[in-house]
């Protein structure tokens, strides 16, 4: 007598993958809740500098607007860009960013 094997059906389910997709999972909930947050709100004019670092910012500013060859507002340029370098976003450890200042006064032309 031949002995007969049981076949696996298609209906069994081998519990070892979900286990890895669990812990996968939980790895990457635990990884992003020490990111710090990207979307925190608040205007850009609450940066967390002080109002005498502001002030010589936009001093800095105007100083450089007058520097420049093209014709814009310095007021509006050196207002603009000021507020944007003095907001201090969170960072990402280990994240490679732009320059802020050149940022700040790329936009600050484009908007004056």
């Known amino acids: 007598m031949v002995p007969v094997t049981q076949r696996e059906s298609p209906m069994q389910f081998d519990f070892r993958i979900s ?30 500098i002080s109002e005498a670092e502001f002030e010589t910012l936009m001093i800095d500013e105007q100083a450089y607007c007058e520097r420049m060859p093209q014709s814009i507002n310095c007021e509006c340029f050196a207002k603009r860009s000021s507020l944007i370098q003095s907001h201090r976003p969170p960072r990402v450890p280990t994240a490679t960013y732009a320059n802020p200042q050149d940022l700040a006064r790329g936009q600050a032309e484009q908007a004056c």
């Open 19 to 48: 286990i890895y997709v669990l812990a996968a999972a939980a790895s990457i909930v635990y990884a992003v809740s020490w990111m710090p947050s990207l979307t925190n709100g608040g205007n850009a004019g609450s940066g967390g």
